[in-house]
């Protein structure tokens, strides 16, 4: 049974492209948390989805992140034209029943900006 | 605004001895406290938690202590041991409410050896 997958585990961009960072849940969870965690702080709520529905998204900066959880297929976080800012660790986490004690963390992914 | 707080952003333990980390948080609406352990590379693992219907919880060598009305905890690790050495985070939530955790900064456990 395999646990959260995150991919890529590290990715490098350029200031003022676009980087796409992968969530595949566990199986039977279908509620999808993302978390940032900048050097030197705990992790941070971004948004809450589950399938086709973003639930709470208090977290994500006003512009340039979106995040998605289609029908089929991983949820996406989506941060357009990056700035080095963007640069931290971003974990998705999933659940099955949408109750924070059930979160499962993926390994995360490390994203750099040149 | 923090609303969990770790104070000591490293600890330095010897082997065998006990290990104390705190927490501290603001929010009172929260009623349900975890603490996750997470090595370099990897995403935070799920350790132990306590309801605020509780002062005390306790699983094998890890026992959380939670005082209301300071609005504190500590987790205790009895004896410590070299894979003990990780990053432990505070964090809390509102148990009913079905989204996020709150998270401290962490504390870097160092077991000496």
């Known amino acids: 049974n395999a646990g959260v997958m995150q991919n890529p585990r590290h990715l490098v961009r350029r200031r003022g492209q676009e980087a796409r960072l992968r969530c595949s849940p566990m199986?039977?969870?279908?509620?999808v948390y993302w978390y940032r965690q900048l050097p030197e702080e705990g992790l941070k709520f971004m948004v809450y989805?589950?399938?086709?529905?973003?639930?709470?998204e208090s977290g994500m900066p006003k512009e340039r992140f979106s995040a998605e959880f289609p029908k089929e297929g991983p949820s996406i976080l989506r941060i357009q034209q990056v700035v080095r800012g963007d640069s931290a660790a971003y974990f998705c986490?999933?659940?099955?029943?949408?109750?924070?004690?059930?979160?499962?963390f993926g390994d995360g992914t490390r994203l750099s900006i040149l | 605004d923090q609303q969990v707080k770790q104070n000591s952003p490293s600890l330095s333990v010897q082997e065998g001895r006990i290990s104390i980390l705190n927490c501290d948080y603001t929010?009172?609406?929260?009623?349900?406290f975890l603490w996750y352990k997470k090595y370099p590379a990897e995403g935070p693992t799920f350790l132990i938690s306590?309801?605020?219907?509780?002062d005390k919880n306790e699983d094998g060598r890890f026992t959380v202590f939670l005082n209301k009305s300071a609005k504190h905890l500590s987790l205790h690790i009895v004896p410590s041991q070299p894979g003990d050495s990780a990053v432990y985070f505070c964090?809390?939530?509102?148990?009913?409410?079905?989204?996020?955790?709150?998270f401290g900064k962490g504390t870097r456990l160092h077991i000496l050896p």
């Open positions: 929010n009172s609406m929260f009623d349900y």
């Open positions: 989805l589950q399938k086709e529905n973003i639930i709470d």
């Open positions: 964090a809390a939530c509102v148990e009913n409410r079905d989204d996020k955790i709150i």
């Open positions: 306590i309801s605020s219907i509780k």
């Open positions: 199986k039977g969870h279908s509620h």
């Open positions: 986490a999933s659940s099955p029943t949408g109750r924070v004690l059930a979160q499962h």
